[in-house]
């Protein structure tokens, strides 16, 4: 009888930080990353940021390979900056449940109800809506670019109601939302923050804006993933509840490690507030994708040159 091996992948290298920093040179290549990720794939980051500031990295890099250890639609974003680089995402699965909740052909019959409208869009899409939408936004500038937008100028604002509805009451103007969610900050516990407010009566709750609403009235601070971090490294409080994927928890502890800070959990005793599409990179797949240079991230030209308008807009109006 003979038994056929099936082929297996070479063994990683025993070191794989020291091994990512060689590739790192060999390919010209610059790492970016989201807070979201492990702490080990923000430790080894070049650029770790919140969407703007990924962005803001993507489009001024002088690297020829970008490796982008985020979501799909961040990646996306990068490679509609950058053509003509290589761009790499350790993880094509690696999606986003808020640009999942927004598909394109059906907000386009949306978009066509409102044919007076502007269409900003939150970055947290895909490609396609990005194309659709006259500007883009972030967490971070929602409010300043929404401002800057005449009062008489009806406003469609997609994906994501939560911070929709937050931007509307910052702002007082009246917007018609499309109805997308993103499943971390829709599933964290009220009630369980409430406790942890209890239990810790000086502690200041901070939350993410795409957070509902009835967790939002709680806070104290409410703010991008960077204004998060910011704020607690300037308060003069020494314990956080914090409303947001707690991989943002790591950078939080290394900028005030003398701090306490603890995630809100979400209803149902899970690691819900963990977002599973970032957790599907990993240190490993990191490696391998530098390795071999793949996955690479593709999109149809037509598509990247109608998605950089809005973006442009949004860089000019940050």
């Not at 290298?13 to 060689?22: C, G, Q, R, V, Y």
């Not at 803001?56 to 900056?81: C, D, P, S, W, Y």
Request: proline fraction near 7%; aromatic fraction near 6%.
């Amino acid at each position: 009888m003979f038994t056929t091996l099936s082929p297996t992948r070479p063994a990683l290298p025993n070191d794989l930080f020291s091994a990512i920093n060689d590739l790192k040179r060999e390919l010209n290549a610059i790492i970016l990353a989201h807070y979201y990720q492990d702490a080990d794939i923000q430790d080894i980051a070049d650029y770790l940021g919140d969407s703007l500031g990924l962005s803001r990295q993507a489009a001024q890099t002088n690297a020829e390979v970008i490796v982008f250890a985020g979501v799909h639609f961040m990646a996306e974003t990068a490679k509609i900056l950058n053509p003509d680089k290589l761009v790499l995402l350790p993880d094509l699965n690696a999606g986003c449940s808020l640009a999942d909740s927004c598909p394109a052909p059906e907000f386009a019959q949306f978009k066509a109800q409102y044919p007076d409208h502007l269409v900003i869009s939150y970055i947290n899409c895909s490609a396609e809506i990005k194309a659709l939408s006259d500007i883009i936004c972030t967490s971070s500038n929602a409010v300043k670019i929404v401002q800057q937008i005449p009062r008489d100028q009806p406003i469609i604002f997609a994906p994501d109601r939560n911070l929709g509805r937050y931007v509307m009451e910052q702002t007082g103007r009246e917007m018609v939302l499309w109805q997308g969610s993103c499943i971390v900050h829709e599933t964290f516990s009220e009630k369980k923050m409430v406790q942890l407010k209890i239990e810790h009566p000086q502690a200041q709750i901070i939350a993410h804006p795409e957070c509902e609403p009835p967790v939002l009235r709680h806070a104290d601070y409410i703010g991008s993933t960077t204004a998060l971090l910011n704020y607690c490294q300037d308060s003069g409080a020494d314990t956080f509840i914090v409303a947001t994927e707690p991989g943002i928890i790591h950078q939080m502890q290394k900028h005030a490690p003398q701090k306490t800070f603890i995630p809100v959990p979400g209803m149902n005793n899970c690691a819900c507030n963990e977002c599973p599409h970032m957790r599907l990179n990993t240190l490993e797949k990191l490696y391998w994708a530098m390795k071999n240079r793949e996955p690479e991230l593709i999109l149809p030209e037509s598509t990247r040159v109608a998605a950089l308008r809005p973006i442009q807009r949004m860089l000019e109006l940050s």
